[in-house]
């Protein structure tokens, strides 16, 4: 690792870290003049930077095992999260919850002939078993398809929740790492 020299700046008391092979270069210093940087020789008579290569090696660390981890299962979650969002929103498209359309009756009970009048009552008695009261229907179909469309919505919000963890602990792993 080539050293590194402390080059100050004209007008803030900043210095900035120039190699040899820099000589002759513009550099900007972060208060927005503009230095040159000197001959190689003037250079190496400039103060050395120490630690140079600790500094270096510091900042391409790896990252820890819990960082990893906590990246890892963030990936996995968020992911998860996606791939339930697609196939709940497929599965929930496909439900038809439109209430169905009744046919209208389009005739008045008065305008019924006798003998319609006479069938209709013996389909009520037998639908009533003699007992006078309706058999016990099942809901209707549409809504027991509304039921199953609600769950998948709740399911499809929990992926989400899931998904927003995820998120967080990638998040959470790049932010500890750059406060390292
Ligand atoms: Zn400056």
């Not at 050395?48 to 660390?61: D, G, L, M, P």
């Not at 609600?150 to 963890?165: D, E, F, H, K, N």
Request: glycine letters at 6%; proline letters at 4%; a positive charge.
């Amino acid at each position: 690792m080539a050293s590194l020299y402390q080059l100050p700046c004209s007008s803030c008391d900043r210095t900035l870290q120039v190699s040899i092979t820099q000589a002759g270069e513009e550099l900007n210093c972060s208060c927005g003049v503009q230095i040159s940087v000197p001959t190689m020789r003037e250079i190496k008579l400039l103060p050395e930077v120490k630690n140079a290569s600790i500094s270096a090696k510091r900042t391409t660390r790896a990252w820890s095992a819990a960082q990893g981890a906590l990246f890892a299962i963030g990936v996995i979650m968020l992911a998860s999260a996606i791939y339930m969002h697609v196939r709940l929103s497929n599965a929930r498209s496909q439900i038809d919850i439109r209430r169905p359309q009744f046919v209208e009756l389009d005739f008045d009970i008065q305008d019924l002939n006798p003998y319609y009048a006479w069938k209709t009552w013996e389909t009520v008695v037998a639908s009533t078993n003699g007992t006078g009261l309706m058999r016990p229907r099942r809901p209707p179909e549409f809504l027991e398809r509304r039921k199953t469309h609600a769950r998948l919505t709740q399911y499809r919000t929990a992926s989400w929740v899931v998904g927003a963890i995820g998120l967080a602990g990638i998040g959470t792993a790049f932010f500890v790492r750059q406060k390292r």
